[in-house]
């Protein structure tokens, strides 16, 4: 077979309807009899399985290739769309995404210039107008996708950096080199924000101090009063706050910051606000909506649809209440997107975004709004919140477990806690995470955790609407077995309680 044969086009069209067919019978049949979220194979166990591949001898037979491609991947990956996977922040996947995710592939259009993608181009516009329609922007808002909540809290910074260097210079005596302005850039968040606020600030050639951790309240959102004392610290000790960032939906907590509160002490100060909305995103087409209260409010805004819309990774955007702010990010290549075809208004998303080759993961929510709509994507959201709601309950009510905080998302982090007293916290520690350790390795359910006042913790985020409150039972029974098999052998003061 021809190097040629294997090019997608008019001559081959025939082919990849099989090789693809082969290749989603594959997967169906796998997820389909997938029976636990994951196999707790170990790096050492599955490391010589996928080193023992010869990538110099191809495999001619497309059959082969999945065959080995089982053995490397498919009967060892964490399948998300199991009710028991209760780990990170990864969703199942609808089907109409999925279509999309397979449309792009295969036509494979790059989203940067117009004459790359052309209808592309519209429907990432239409999606970006209609998100921004959502958030309560006006007609001047503007965004662009991206690879994920990262990227786009990175993006958004960066415009929040160039608007207050503007303004700096624009209120100076005296003429300021950027040099001069940088080291008394900074931002302010929660203690309970995204590490990549900090990567962020990293990126753009701030210092580490440049990041300010305000204090939470209990419920472990954004204390506004600490907020308020900062930014008047900073105004006496001549320091600009190029922004403030709030989380709607922290990855630990699910907590949502006080956004109305936080938007009047930004306009007060002249800040721009930013609000991670990577998780909390979903609010915006659930009936839950009113708990995004305030964030038409900010500057900019990050949601991340391969979170709570249900999306393939990746598809993320961020969107500005003031797509002029985008300016800061566009260049203009004579090969690629010239000025005059700016002139010409010829639209490059290029000129918005902070990469170049962009796929069209748009087209994944497209399939997704166009087929299931809105409102169905809005109620499976709030099916895992309703869900978090009943297992706090559970929790809480449970003597085995501590719960920090009753969840306003879909999070639970909580604390197996032996009935002895005596039993020290560092035992308990330990307990904790080797019950994390021990559930993943048996492949039942996947747990995460976390540290919460120097002590580890356990964590739930739900984001599938076919967990039930039995599955949950189920996990925390499994968890406290493993935790008590631990401190029977590893502490002695707890054996008999633990037993």
Known sequence: MSSRSHLLNN????????????????????????????TGVTPDELRPEVE???????????????????????????????PRYLAHLNCPVVIPAVLGEAV??????????????????????????????????????????????TQSNLQALLLAREEACRLVRKNAATPLDTCEILPRLRILTSACSHFSIEKAATL?????????????????????????????????EGLTVMAVAATAGTTDFGSIDPLPRIADLCEAAGTWLHVDAAYGCGLLVSRRHHMLEGISRADSVTVDYHKSFFQP????????????????????ADYLNPARAAEQSVPNQVDKSIQTTRRFDALKLWMTLRIMGPDAVGELFDEVVDRAADAWRLLDADPRYTVVTEPQLSTLVF????????????????????????????????????????????????????????????????????AQQYLAVHSPLSTAQAC
């Open 313 to 332: 990774v990746s598809s993320s955007a961020v969107v500005v209440r003031d797509g002029s702010t985008l300016r800061h990010v566009t260049y203009h």
């Open 415 to 482: 604390r197996y806690e032996p009935q002895d007293a005596a039993v020290p916290q560092d035992a308990v520690d330990q307990a904790n995470l080797h019950a994390r350790e021990a559930l993943f390795a048996s492949g039942e359910a996947t747990v995460a955790g976390t540290v919460v006042d120097g002590r580890h913790h356990l964590k739930f985020t739900l984001l599938n609407p076919e967990t039930t409150l039995e599955d949950i039972a189920t996990v925390l029974d499994l968890l406290a077995g493993h």
């Open 52 to 82: 023992a591949v010869d990538l110099e001898r191809p495999l001619a037979d497309p059959r082969e290739a999945l065959d080995e491609l089982e053995r490397v991947y498919l009967r060892d990956a964490v399948y998300f769309h199991h």
């Open 11 to 38: 001559r081959t069209a025939e082919r990849y309807r099989s090789l693809l067919g082969h290749g989603i019978e594959r997967v169906a049949d796998k997820i389909a009899t997938t029976e636990r979220p994951c």
């Open 104 to 149: 792009l592939a295969a036509v494979n259009s790059s989203l940067d210039t117009w004459d790359q993608s052309a209808g592309g181009t519209l429907i990432e516009r239409r999606l970006v107008s209609w998100t921004a329609g959502r958030i309560g922007f006006g007609k001047a808002a503007d965004g662009i996708f991206t690879s994920g909540g």
């Open 204 to 236: 753009l050639g701030l210092g580490p101090e440049s990041v300010v951790a305000v204090p939470c309240d209990d419920a472990r959102r954004m204390d506004t009063d600490a907020l308020a004392d900062e930014l008047e610290r900073c105004t006496r």
